[in-house]
């Protein structure tokens, strides 16, 4: 849980006075006076405009926050936020996919089971909202990852991706959505997506968040996959709250916001936000415009600031229950300085004493067509069993059952798959029914063989 505490000796700024929030001037009957915000009202705050200008004064609030003992986290889309890393000392940097990764799909091991179904609930929700997919597919993950959960908190994605199979095999008419839901989750074991999310050097989870904590997703590669890790981390950020108990004294910052809360479908990720505020924290929203979110976001107790591009103190329009007023926030010059990875690595040095890692996805080659047919080992054994044996012969159905060791349902569906992919074909030689090997069962067999030649795997072995 976080706690107060001393702040390293920063350069000098007006932030607190008792237990309002003093973050710059408005213009008033008599002109300029100090723009004063309860401690309280910063529950809620959109900031909108261009991204320069919103960074500069997002940060500068976060600084302001930390000085007043609120820590915080940036979930950042880009690089803007680094020089909080370097004014504050004790300040985490996390760069998805150079230096850190993260398993959306893992929870802490002490999550009851209640909290594990709400995050498999909102990750489900979350995912399908963000990648256009419908409500029975977020129903087959959810009910995927709660059967994980049950076994185990930390699931891979090949795991999940099984789940999701498990989850069709007695109801056939769902064959379809559980294919295009394998389909889109195999996509992120590859290239910078896979370097970000299957490593080893995972993003603390929310329960061990430091005073400041910055997590870049700039190297994700589609702002539909950003959304989907701030998401994960918003639903992780809650349910610990509430059961840490967190309450006022730490900040989410969610960068380029208007990806996350989009409308899918007649579907929205709203709750997110309330979980958030039920459980005390307090949330700021970063996005081109305040439009861009859903207007239910933009109601009582919301303090809407939207910046324009201006120099060191910026002018904004402040709307909040009250009113719109202008104002003018000051930032400072120190935090518009960029820094390259190599200035990070720098700094990290410095402080630590040690270089950062870099890390990589495991090894891991591509998936053959037979292995995202047949998830299942033994299955896919049994598939391989079947092809390699119809190369050189055909075969009755009758036969080709005799071959297989596993059940005769499981068999039969076995077979009905690979007929349904049109790798087997069905004919008929004197008057019997044979089972014949086509042109792209062929194919699909010598590429699967391919795959594993050279890594000693026998056949139904993934990699």
Same mark, same amino acid.
């Given at each position: 849980?976080?706690?107060?505490?001393i702040?390293?000796?920063?350069p000098p700024i007006?932030g607190v006075?008792g237990?309002?929030?003093?973050i710059?001037d408005?213009r008033?009957?008599? $002109?300029w006076?100090?723009?004063?915000v309860?401690?309280?009202d910063?529950?809620?705050?959109?900031?909108?405009g261009?991204?320069?200008a919103?960074?500069?004064i997002g940060a500068?609030?976060l600084?302001?926050?930390f000085l007043?003992?609120i820590g915080f986290t940036?979930?950042?889309t880009g690089? $803007?936020y680094?020089?909080?890393?370097k004014?504050?000392?004790r300040?985490k940097?996390?760069r998805?996919?150079?230096d850190?990764?993260l398993n959306?799909?893992?929870?802490?091991?002490?999550?009851r089971?209640f909290e594990?179904?709400?995050y498999?609930?909102?990750v489900?929700?979350s995912?399908?909202?963000?990648?256009?997919?419908?409500?029975?597919?977020?129903s087959?993950?959810?009910r995927?990852l709660?059967?994980?959960?049950?076994e185990k908190p930390?699931p891979t994605?090949l795991?999940?991706?099984?789940?999701?199979e $498990?989850?069709?095999?007695?109801?056939a008419?769902?064959?379809?959505?559980?294919?295009e839901?394998?389909?889109?989750?195999?996509?992120?074991?590859?290239?910078?997506v896979g370097?970000?999310?299957l490593?080893?050097?995972e993003?603390p989870?929310?329960s061990? &968040?430091?005073?400041a904590c910055?997590?870049?997703?700039?190297?994700?590669?589609t702002?539909?996959?950003?959304a989907?890790?701030?998401?994960?981390?918003?639903a992780k950020?809650?349910?610990?709250a509430? &059961?840490k108990?967190?309450m006022?004294?730490y900040?989410?910052?969610?960068?380029d916001?208007?990806?996350?809360?989009q409308e899918?479908r007649?579907?929205?990720?709203?709750?997110?936000?309330?979980?958030m505020?039920?459980?005390?924290?307090?949330?700021h929203?970063?996005?081109p415009?305040a439009a861009a979110l859903?207007?239910?976001?933009?109601?009582e107790?919301?303090i809407?600031?939207?910046a324009?591009?201006?120099?060191?103190?910026h002018?904004?329009k402040?709307?909040t229950?009250r009113g719109?007023?202008?104002?003018k926030?000051s930032?400072y010059s120190?935090?518009?300085?960029?820094l390259?990875?190599?200035?990070?690595?720098?700094?990290?040095?410095?402080r630590?004493g040690?270089?950062p890692r870099r890390?990589?996805?495991?090894?891991?080659r591509s998936?053959?067509?037979l292995e995202e047919l047949?998830?299942?080992e033994e299955?896919?054994?049994e598939a391989?069993?079947?092809?390699s044996?119809l190369r050189?012969?055909?075969?009755?159905?009758?036969g080709?059952?005799?071959?297989?060791?596993l059940?005769?349902?499981?068999a039969?569906?076995t &077979?009905?798959k690979?007929?349904?992919?049109?790798?087997i074909?069905?004919?008929?030689v004197?008057?019997?029914?044979?089972?014949?090997l086509t042109?792209l069962g062929r194919?699909v067999?010598?590429?699967?063989?391919?795959?594993l030649?050279g890594?000693?795997?026998d056949?139904?072995k993934?990699?």
């Amino acid at each position: 849980m976080f706690s107060p505490f001393i702040p390293t000796p920063l350069p000098p700024i007006e932030g607190v006075r008792g237990e309002l929030f003093h973050i710059g001037d408005v213009r008033g009957e008599d $002109g300029w006076q100090p723009f004063l915000v309860d401690l309280r009202d910063l529950k809620f705050i959109i900031l909108a405009g261009p991204k320069k200008a919103r960074v500069s004064i997002g940060a500068s609030l976060l600084f302001k926050e930390f000085l007043a003992s609120i820590g915080f986290t940036v979930l950042d889309t880009g690089r $803007g936020y680094r020089t909080l890393f370097k004014a504050l000392p004790r300040a985490k940097l996390y760069r998805l996919g150079l230096d850190s990764t993260l398993n959306p799909f893992s929870i802490p091991e002490t999550w009851r089971e209640f909290e594990a179904y709400s995050y498999a609930s909102l990750v489900s929700k979350s995912y399908a909202i963000c990648f256009n997919l419908t409500r029975i597919h977020a129903s087959l993950m959810c009910r995927a990852l709660c059967k994980l959960y049950a076994e185990k908190p930390n699931p891979t994605l090949l795991e999940v991706i099984q789940a999701v199979e $498990g989850e069709v095999e007695p109801l056939a008419r769902l064959q379809g959505f559980a294919e295009e839901l394998k389909s889109l989750l195999a996509s992120m074991q590859e290239g910078y997506v896979g370097a970000c999310l299957l490593g080893v050097e995972e993003v603390p989870s929310p329960s061990e &968040l430091e005073e400041a904590c910055i997590v870049e997703l700039s190297y994700l590669p589609t702002s539909e996959l950003r959304a989907f890790i701030q998401a994960c981390f918003m639903a992780k950020l809650s349910i610990t709250a509430r &059961l840490k108990g967190l309450m006022s004294q730490y900040t989410l910052l969610i960068e380029d916001a208007q990806h996350l809360f989009q409308e899918t479908r007649g579907w929205k990720l709203e709750e997110l936000i309330s979980n958030m505020l039920d459980a005390g924290l307090n949330l700021h929203l970063s996005t081109p415009s305040a439009a861009a979110l859903p207007s239910t976001l933009r109601g009582e107790g919301i303090i809407i600031l939207e910046a324009l591009e201006g120099g060191l103190a910026h002018l904004v329009k402040v709307s909040t229950s009250r009113g719109k007023m202008e104002a003018k926030l000051s930032t400072y010059s120190w935090l518009e300085d960029d820094l390259t990875d190599c200035d990070v690595d720098l700094l990290v040095e410095s402080r630590t004493g040690v270089k950062p890692r870099r890390v990589g996805a495991p090894r891991r080659r591509s998936l053959t067509t037979l292995e995202e047919l047949f998830l299942k080992e033994e299955v896919r054994a049994e598939a391989y069993n079947i092809l390699s044996y119809l190369r050189d012969n055909y075969s009755t159905f009758k036969g080709l059952f005799e071959l297989m060791n596993l059940p005769k349902e499981l068999a039969r569906k076995t &077979l009905i798959k690979l007929y349904r992919n049109k790798l087997i074909a069905q004919s008929e030689v004197g008057g019997v029914k044979v089972v014949t090997l086509t042109d792209l069962g062929r194919l699909v067999l010598e590429e699967y063989e391919s795959s594993l030649e050279g890594e000693g795997i026998d056949g139904g072995k993934v990699a």
